[in-house]
């Protein structure tokens, strides 16, 4: 009987669960400071923290991707990628959704309670609602603009003949439409990790790591790609 060939993981399942921890906890954290900055008029650097937030977020989707990564495949470049570059985060946020829907599976009420099926699927479209208002608003390049608007949100712009202070740059109704989906999608994620769902989602891929095969791993992230393509299109 040949050996069973085994998936050479990038990192340990702990290792990955302390990023889901550290980052979800951020996010509350910057989601929370800027709607104490928006409540005191200070919309200017509230509007930068709910993009810091957002790329928490994104770094997050990273992160699950370590789940099941090798050394050298995308998914740990993709991580790599996240750690350095502002741009490359905020293009990975418009997975949230379906990173979100994936976490969902790991509550018990998944698939059992309508109640729950139903918040769901509003609360998701919610966020798409938030997120393509937010698109239609910063129009071309959208998520990748949003570096641009924190960077204004927190220092002094040099225009011709004048700075112009952040308050003055930042317009309030665009940073009220980022706080929203930030808060959105952060209210979101801890609703979908409290109540011991991070370790039932842990323990899941404990139970996959240990059962899938290399082939087997192929076959599946192969099914994935062609499936995500469809969805997003071949330029994803």
Not at 198 to 226: C, D, K, P, V
């Amino acid at each position: 009987m040949s050996e069973r060939n085994t998936r050479d993981y990038r990192n340990t399942l702990d290792y990955i669960e302390s990023g889901f921890r550290a980052c979800w906890r951020n996010t509350m954290d910057l989601v929370e400071a800027s709607k104490t900055l928006m409540e005191k008029d200070l919309h200017a650097p509230a509007l930068s923290l709910s993009v810091l937030a957002v790329e928490e977020l994104a770094k997050l989707r990273a992160i699950d991707g370590l789940l099941y990564a090798r050394p050298d495949d995308h998914k740990t470049q993709a991580f790599k990628k996240a750690g350095k570059s502002h741009s490359a985060k905020l293009m990975m946020f418009e997975t949230i959704p379906l990173f979100l829907g994936n976490l969902a599976t790991a509550d018990p009420r998944y698939g059992r309670e309508e109640r729950f099926e139903k918040t769901l699927v509003i609360t998701i479209e919610n966020l798409r609602r938030d997120g393509n208002e937010v698109m239609a608003k910063l129009e071309k390049d959208a998520f990748l603009r949003l570096d641009e608007l924190k960077q204004a949100g927190f220092y002094v712009t040099a225009e011709e003949g004048a700075f112009v202070a952040p308050r003055d740059s930042v317009d309030r109704g665009l940073a009220e439409m980022v706080y929203r989906l930030a808060w959105r999608a952060t209210t979101t994620l801890d609703f979908l990790l409290k109540g011991g769902n991070l370790e039932r989602y842990m323990t899941n891929a404990r139970e996959i790591r240990a059962a899938l095969s290399e082939t087997e791993h192929q076959e599946l992230e192969r099914l994935g790609n062609e499936l995500f393509r469809d969805f997003f299109g071949p330029d994803h």
